[in-house]
């Protein structure tokens, strides 16, 4: 059986708009050790937050809570910072690669269209990757497009990796973004990471649906290509977004 634990590394719950989301970060055991989908925030971003980092964290209203940091979490798994073998970003934004230097000896799987993008700033979003987050020079496995494909998806198996983990190259939130998809016991469970909503409840608890144009600026234009995969496939595909606080709720 496939043990995957959603864990939260940043409750979110900013006064405007009056909305509450997570950081999701997914723990993932594998053939290969243990394996992190996304790094949240790490140490460094609340002992030494970047001038752009403390901004953000207040502007969230996440709290200063060193506790929140993965490396201080997995304690309940068992689990020494060593155990995590391998990180998988959806892409290098702060609230995704933050943990990174946490564990400098992980691999770190990217599509080298990020770091490319990450390390010249480029992209309208851009300016929300931190350099400080991979100034330790993470050992990087960066991949390129390949042939393979994913429920029509165009994708990136990772080599050896039991269950199968693979990069759906999704680029419009960032230059290089993808989501990842991984195995699971009844099928495959879809993190989009920023590349589609849900993302967030408002006060009544019912979750927000954004302007269309806003999300096809932001996220880019996956919402109905991905709403047609759920509608075929739904009963094998279980899916969840970088910051929903619902599906975070019912995995715990
Ligand atoms: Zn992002």
């Known amino acids: 059986m496939t043990k995957i634990y959603h864990l939260d590394s940043g409750p979110m719950r900013p006064y405007w708009p009056k909305i509450t989301g997570v950081t999701y970060v997914l723990l993932v055991e594998t053939n290969q050790g243990w394996l992190l989908v996304d790094s949240g925030f790490g140490t460094q971003d609340f002992s030494h937050p970047s001038f752009f980092m403390k901004w953000f964290l207040k502007l969230l209203r996440i709290p200063n809570d060193p506790s929140l940091c993965i490396v201080n979490q997995i304690g309940k798994f068992g689990l020494k910072t060593e155990d995590i073998n391998h990180i998988v970003l959806t892409h290098l934004h702060l609230d995704h690669a933050g943990g990174l230097a946490d564990f400098p000896k992980a691999q770190v799987h990217l599509n080298r269209r990020e770091l490319d993008a990450a390390i010249k700033r480029r992209g309208l979003l851009g300016l929300g990757c931190l350099p400080y987050h991979w100034a330790h020079k993470p050992n990087w496995q960066l991949y390129e497009q390949t042939d393979t494909t994913w429920f029509g998806f165009p994708a990136i198996r990772l ?30 469970l879809l993190n989009c990471g920023d590349a589609c909503y849900p993302f ?7 979750y927000v649906s954004p302007p269309q144009k806003l999300v096809q600026l932001i996220l880019g234009n996956y919402q109905p290509k991905i709403a047609a995969l759920l509608e075929k496939h739904g009963d094998e595909i279980e899916i969840l977004t970088s910051h929903d606080p619902v599906t975070w709720a019912k995995n715990q």
């Open 159 to 188: 080599n050896g990796f039991t269950p199968e983990i693979m990069l759906i190259p999704t680029p419009g939130h960032t230059l290089g973004h993808c989501m990842v998809v991984i195995q699971t016991d009844s099928g495959w």
């Open 200 to 206: 967030y409840l408002n006060e009544s608890e019912q």
